[in-house]
């Protein structure tokens, strides 16, 4: 098994930035991607930002040159930077491992709220 761990959450004026941290411990996951999804209150989860073990990286356009994931493979840690932020980016925002298929993963985090106000 492998337990994800999000943080760096918060309230942040429209704008802004944060910096979300995600670290995988117990089973290794040498070798595989690493993703950030969010979900907006009264929406579906999507699909926001991937990164491959080789630091290949895949966004969602409404975050393209704004949003920027990166890992440490030698921490298993997945990070988010998130620049310009705007309103429509609050939701939770979840982390996840071992891509299976498509946007199918393995594991996921519980979680960590972004709140970006106008």
């Known amino acids: 098994q492998v337990q994800l761990v999000e943080s760096g959450g918060g309230l942040v004026q429209a704008g802004g930035s944060l910096r979300l941290s995600c670290t995988a411990s117990g089973r290794t996951i040498s070798g595989s991607s690493m993703a950030w999804f969010r979900q907006a209150p009264g929406k579906e989860r999507e699909f926001v930002a991937r990164v491959t073990w080789s630091g290949d990286t895949y966004y969602r356009d409404s975050v393209l040159g704004r949003f920027t994931i990166s890992r440490d493979n030698a921490k298993n840690t997945a990070f988010l930077h998130m620049n310009s932020l705007k309103p429509e980016d609050t939701a939770v925002y979840y982390c996840?491992?071992?891509?299976?298929?498509?946007?199918?993963?393995?594991?996921w985090g519980q979680g960590t709220e972004v709140t970006v106000s106008s």
């Open positions: 996840a491992a071992v891509l299976i298929r498509d946007y199918e993963y393995a594991y």
